[in-house]
Nanobody, 126 residues
Framework: QVQLVESGGGSVQAGGSLRLSCAAS????????MAWFRQAPGEEREGVAA???????RYTDSVKGRFTISKDNDKNTVYLQMNSLKPEDTAIYLC????????????????????WGQGTQVTVSS
């Protein structure tokens, strides 16, 4: 079992920045994906960014050029740097992980992920 704990959410003005962190309770001993999803009230959960253990990354179109996903293997932690935030970025942001050697064709789809954090709220005001 792996526990994921997110932190770094908060309230900012449009144009501001936040950095989210997701700490895993243990090291993954094989290939894995970690990802950030978000869910706004009344909306479906949306994949925002994903990173593979190899360093491969994938972003949803609406955050390209604004958000950056990265990882620190020594700390078992994944980060999401969010710049130029917009009101439409307001949501609960959740961290997810899956240990797999397979290449995921859709790493921003919720289905492959079997470990989830509790989420952290991000609110962007105009």
């Amino acid at each position: 079992q792996v526990q994921l704990v997110e932190s770094g959410g908060g309230s900012v003005q449009a144009g501001g920045s936040l950095r989210l962190s997701c700490a895993a309770s243990r090291y993954f001993d094989s290939r894995y994906y970690m990802a950030w999803f978000r869910q706004a009230p009344g909306e479906e959960r949306e994949g925002v960014a994903a990173i593979r253990s190899t360093g491969f990354t994938r972003y949803t179109d609406s955050v390209k050029g604004r958000f950056t996903i990265s990882k620190d293997n020594d700390k078992n932690t994944v980060y999401l740097q969010m710049n130029s935030l917009k009101p439409e970025d307001t949501a609960i942001y959740l961290c997810a992980a899956v240990q797999t050697t397979e290449w995921l064709l859709q790493p921003l789809n919720v289905l492959p992920y079997n470990y989830w954090g509790q989420g952290t709220q991000v609110t962007v005001s105009s």
